[in-house]
């Protein structure tokens, strides 16, 4: 089924572990977005892509590292994760770009628990 | 700096009464306006947008929105509340660098009850 799907749903870790979050679509969506939510913040913007291997920081990129090799795959990477990182974590895709007006569609997140 | 505002952390309303959730933003430009809802444990699902032309937009599951330049708000409405659209609303603004990047509102949770 056509969608954007994230992977794992729920995950669990202690501080100073890497873990990778992982973001798959299938609308061959240019652009690629990944949020943060956290209570009280609403949505913040991590990091997002507009094409393969083109990538650029957000609002709160620090800690965190993305690549796009694939046009479809977007996966987030928390190097040495923190507990400041707990957090639910949002995968976004759009076809934008001159067609802007087009809204994001987004996965159904990660809940990341870092002990 | 363009931003988004939701001044109610929570709005309660009974069923079948009208509801009202409220948005305002500060952008420079004329701004694309989006409405998202979220449900538990779910990712955000796109209920409406603002781009141009008639300031009464509709969108899914009943809910319209309407554009006041003036006043600078969006405010999300629908006339019938149903105990179901109990869920997390959040209201975002496109910024404007073409990159497709939103600005989103704190949320407002909409509470409905029966």
């Known amino acids: 089924d056509a969608g954007i799907t994230q992977s794992p749903r729920y995950k669990i870790t202690e501080t100073g572990r890497q873990v990778t979050l992982m973001c798959h679509q299938t609308w061959s969506h240019s652009y690629m977005f990944w949020y943060r939510q956290d209570l009280g913040h609403g949505l913040r913007l991590i990091y997002y892509s507009a094409a393969a291997d083109i990538t650029d920081k957000g609002e709160v990129p620090d800690g965190y590292v993305v690549s796009r090799s694939k046009t479809e795959n977007f996966p987030l990477t928390l190097e040495s994760a923190t507990r400041s990182q707990t957090s639910v974590y949002f995968c976004?895709?759009?076809?934008?770009?001159?067609?802007?007006?087009?809204?994001?569609?987004f996965g159904d997140g990660t809940r990341l628990s870092i002990l | 700096a363009q931003s988004v505002a939701q001044p109610e952390d929570q709005v309660n309303v009974a069923e079948g009464n009208p509801l009202t959730v409220k948005c305002t933003y500060s952008v420079s430009g004329n701004p694309y306006l989006f409405w998202y809802v979220q449900y538990p444990n779910r990712g955000l699902q796109f209920l409406l947008k603002?781009?141009?032309?008639?300031?009464l937009v509709k969108g899914s599951y009943g809910f319209e929105a309407e554009f006041n330049k003036s006043q600078t708000s969006f405010h999300l409405k629908k006339p019938s509340a149903l105990v179901s659209d109990s869920a997390l609303y959040f209201c975002a603004v496109r910024d404007k660098s073409n990159t497709g990047k939103l600005i989103f509102g704190q949320g407002t949770t909409l509470q409905v009850k029966p």
């Open positions: 976004a895709s759009s076809v934008t770009g001159i067609y802007s007006n087009q809204p994001q569609h």
């Open positions: 603002y781009i141009t032309g008639d300031n």
